[in-house]
Every structure is written in C-alpha cells, then in structure tokens.
C-alpha cells in the first residue's frame, strides 16, 4: 500500500505509552470556593467528589469507572474531581490522606455510607467495579433524599483486604 507522507511506520515492538487517565474527561474544582459552590447549589442531585491526584494510578482507576458511569448516573448524581494539592483547603477537615477519596454530598450535607470498613466518611480506595459504584450512588440518593444521613452500602467490603 502507498503511504502519502514520507515518515516511516513504527515498527517498534515497544507499545504506545497508554494515558489511562480519564480525568480530564471530568469536571474538576480548581478551588475551595468551587468545591463549596458545587455542593451547595446543587438541590436535586448528589454530589460525588474524588479527592485525590489526576497523576496517581489509584485516582485514574478511579476516574475511568467515574467518566464510564457519569452518563448513567446524571439524574441523580454529579461527579467531580479535586486536586488535593491544588486544593488542600479540605484536607485536614476530611482527613484526606488516602491516594483516593471519594465522598458523597445531598444537599450541602454530607451523607456517610456504612461500607463495613469501620471508616463511614468516605470511600479511601479506588472501586473498580461499575455497577457496584453506581449501585453506592443510588442508595446514597435514595438515602439521602429521605433524610439520612447515613446509608448502608449494597455489598459488605469489611474483608476485601483478606489475606
């Protein structure tokens, strides 16, 4: 076959480098103000903040299953990535330490979810697993719009660390 441009295919068996991270594909909050903003004006839907670094391999786990949800999700739920270095204004008020933090918000309230994990504030791992993390949203918005301020997650992760 006849190329029309004079470069040479690559013929290396090195692949490609892969940028997997699908956070530039998310809203992100560039400030405190922001972050404050997001959760309070909005009403009708929850809202579900990463915390955590664009560059770290956990977060990019994790913003693939957010931008792969966020289309099924968006009548109940918005997603929205923070920088913790770039906004470190929450940091020690959520105890953001984890690689990756995700929390949930109804309302300008922030709704903890029964995991099992004994840390009911936040999910401090990146969850891999779409349905599972759209299924967490649902109880969090169906919880939440009842009033609570505390719901019990779908699947027990008290022994996802078993050895």
């Known amino acids: 076959p006849t190329r029309s441009n004079n470069f040479p295919r690559r013929r290396s068996s090195k692949p490609l480098p892969q940028t997997s991270t699908m956070s530039y594909l998310l809203p992100h909050l560039h400030s405190g ?14 809202v579900v903040i990463r915390f955590g670094r664009d560059h770290n391999p956990t977060c990019m786990l994790q913003d693939e299953v957010l931008c792969s949800i966020a289309e099924k999700v968006k009548n109940f739920a918005v997603i929205y990535c923070v920088d913790i270095d770039e906004v470190p204004d929450f940091n020690s008020m959520y105890e953001l330490y984890d690689e990756c933090t995700t929390m949930f918000f109804y309302r300008n309230k922030h709704i903890m979810v029964d995991l099992g994990t004994g840390n009911n504030n936040k999910i401090s791992w990146a969850l891999a697993d779409k349905q599972e993390f759209i299924d ?10 009842k009033g ?11 022994t996802k660390y078993r050895y």
């Open 33 to 46: 103000w922001e972050v404050d903003q997001a959760i309070l004006n909005e009403d009708d839907r929850v």
């Open 148 to 158: 609570r301020g505390l719901v019990v997650s779908p699947k027990d992760y008290s």
């Open 136 to 145: 967490i949203i649902e109880i969090v918005y169906r919880g939440a719009r």
